[in-house]
């Protein structure tokens, strides 16, 4: 069954996102609600030890200044002020230090405060680089001229029971990110208790982390289980367009040129190497994550992007 009542509604939504001007955001947008709906949980994950007492603006000064979550904290022992910046991150970023840092100047420079910046690595993929961050010479004296320290949460090394029995429902949606938590029966156990506690804004997070997640045979018993949350996820444009188009012969090309405009319409010097390293990509999965990606990052960290499509592309045919 289509999600769209009639073809030709199904063409403009395919005709926008050719054009780049639907650039989705969805990991971000549901890491930041679930953070903002209970920001303690979420520092207790990543920072044990303070205590949350509001939001500031994520704005900074500055071009592309735009961090995910600035919370302000104070110590439990001790009160004393910190604030707490935060970001959630897909897919591996070489350059996620160096932007945690850039961030983390840019607050204090503003607030006047101490502040710390951490992030949340959401996919399976190559790990962040650990902290610390380090400035080197080669000159004895001055071998080190900076290290910046930073928490990082891979979601993939934490454990489903541990976060469950923390007890806090802002927590549960991101179980199947977890090590295992894409199991059936951690999924069902997941979405009955959003159901059971009425909590249908959590559900749906879940429900859609879960649908990216779980394997094929997963996908095909959330639908039968959940057809109201299957049918409103469908209703989502890119959605529909990358996972039911995928059982289309052009399902991929489409996906392809979805991201391939978006990098044209932000950076048109880029499009002819856009063209060639995601004409490269195969992978609907990938390609799914690629467009909200290469729609909010840098244009320098749009080209390591397409350096590194080129890169995986050449070892794949070398492994051959």
Not at 73 to 91: M, Q
Request: charged share 30%.
């Amino acid at each position: 069954m289509s999600s769209f009542p009639i073809r030709k509604q199904r063409e403009e939504v395919v005709s926008v996102m050719l054009w780049g001007s639907i650039m989705p955001q969805e990991w971000d947008r549901s890491m930041y609600y679930l953070i903002m709906v209970d920001p303690q949980a979420y520092l207790d994950l990543i920072l044990p030890g303070l205590r949350y007492l509001g939001c500031l603006p994520e704005k900074l000064e500055g071009p592309h200044l735009v961090m995910d979550a600035l919370l302000k904290t104070e110590t439990i022992e001790g009160r004393h002020p910190l604030l707490v910046h935060l970001e959630s991150e897909t897919y591996h970023n070489p350059k996620m230090p160096e932007r945690l840092l850039e961030y983390n100047k840019a607050a204090r420079e503003k607030h006047k405060v101490d502040v710390i910046s951490g992030v949340f690595h959401l996919q399976g993929d190559t790990a962040i680089e650990p902290s610390p961050l380090i400035w080197e010479t080669p000159l004895e004296e001055w071998s080190r001229v900076l290290t910046f320290n930073y928490p990082v949460v891979e979601m993939k090394d934490l454990i489903p029971e541990e976060i469950r029995d923390r007890g806090r429902a802002a927590l549960l949606p991101i179980l199947p990110l977890t090590n295992g938590g894409a199991e059936r029966s951690i999924v069902q156990g997941m979405l009955d208790n959003l159901m059971r506690i009425k909590r249908p804004d959590l559900f749906r997070i879940a429900f859609r982390m879960a649908m990216r997640k779980v394997s094929a045979q997963g996908r095909k018993w959330l639908e039968k289980e959940y057809p109201m949350e299957y049918d409103a996820l469908r209703m989502d444009p890119l959605y529909w367009i990358l996972q039911e188009d995928s059982r289309e012969e052009g399902g991929v090309q489409t996906a392809q040129q979805i991201a391939i405009n978006v990098v044209a319409k932000r950076f048109p010097g880029l499009k002819q190497r856009a063209q060639k390293s995601i004409a490269a990509v195969n992978d609907l999965e990938r390609l799914q994550e690629l467009v909200p990606e290469l729609s909010v990052l840098s244009q320098e960290e749009v080209d390591e992007v397409l350096e590194r499509l080129c890169k995986d592309q050449l070892q794949e045919e070398t492994d051959l």
